[in-house]
């Protein structure tokens, strides 16, 4: 019933930012969590940030370490992932996420996907 569709991937160096957004085909607010999953080849997909339904909490996961910000706007049913002094091991594929009602860390709990989108952080 939902659809996802994330944009803003792509190549950059170490210390550089990305913006990456996921638009959500119907109305988000009051009804899912949003967050993003990353996933290296060959390893599980992890957990990233989530908003909530109401757009009043926040999770980051420890690695982000304060370098990521998460924000939705509810007129366009989309919520961005700003991504700040990205390293190499940052380097993955971005998903973005709904479940609900609440957010999940549980990659196997997520009710809709998005495509993925690329991001690659190189010297």
């Known amino acids: 019933q939902l659809q996802l569709v994330e944009s803003g991937g792509g190549l950059v160096h170490p210390g550089g930012s990305l913006r990456l957004s996921c638009a959500a085909s119907g109305d988000i607010l009051g009804y899912y969590g949003i967050g993003w999953f990353r996933q290296v080849p060959g390893k599980e997909r992890e957990a990233v940030s989530c908003?909530?339904?109401?757009?009043?909490?926040?999770d980051y996961a420890d690695f982000v370490k304060g370098r990521f910000t998460i924000s939705r706007d509810n007129a366009k049913n989309t919520i961005y992932l700003q991504l700040n002094s990205l390293e190499p091991a940052d380097t993955a594929a971005y998903y973005c996420?709904?479940?609900?009602?609440?957010?999940?860390?549980?990659?196997?709990?997520?009710?809709?996907w998005g495509q993925g989108t690329q991001v690659t952080v190189s010297s």
């Open positions: 996420a709904a479940k609900a009602p609440l957010c999940t860390g549980n990659s196997h709990l997520v009710d809709y």
């Open positions: 908003v909530d339904s109401n757009g009043a909490r926040t």
